[in-house]
């Protein structure tokens, strides 16, 4: 894939969100089972396979991780955030039919704004949903 097609199926929308914090180095829009909808990189990668995987591994995570919390704690959940030996991993459902994936650098992350940002996705998605 050349890299004015890249330009061309990248999401503007968020490759703004990634220029503006520099501590997202990735978002992912998935739907429940995986399947990308919208991704962005903050140094896009070129394997294309990779990326697919990585929207369908992260989706899957997301996916066990509510259903045992909900289990164990009792309440409904929407976000979860791991926190890794240099990333942190925030996701949340955005509606009835999408998870976003966000990938961040832990030393500059920051919890308020991210809740921010995907308050605003949740209100994007919902004119799709």
């Known amino acids: 894939m050349s890299e004015e097609e890249k330009k061309e199926n990248s999401n503007e929308y ?16 998935t739907d429940f089972d995986g399947g990308e909808i919208a991704h962005e990189d903050k140094e896009p ?5 990779n990326k697919n995987v990585q929207g369908i591994l992260l989706a899957y995570n997301f996916n066990n991780s509510i259903d045992q919390t ?12 791991t926190v890794f030996d240099d990333h942190t ?3 949340s459902k955005l509606g009835k039919k999408a998870f976003v994936h966000f990938i961040c650098e832990n030393e500059k992350y920051n919890h308020e704004v991210m809740k921010e940002i995907v308050d605003d996705l949740r209100s994007k998605m919902e004119k799709i949903e």
């Not at 490759?15 to 992912?28: A, G, L, V």
């Not at 990668?45 to 396979?49: C, I, L, T």
Request: without cysteine; hydrophobic residues 35%; glycine residues 0%.
């Open 70 to 81: 909900t289990k164990t704690e009792q309440w409904k959940m929407n976000n979860v955030t």
């Open 45 to 49: 990668d070129s394997s294309e396979e």
């Open 14 to 29: 968020l490759r703004e969100i990634i220029n503006k914090y520099d501590f997202i180095e990735s978002i992912y829009i």
């Open 89 to 91: 991993f925030f996701q």
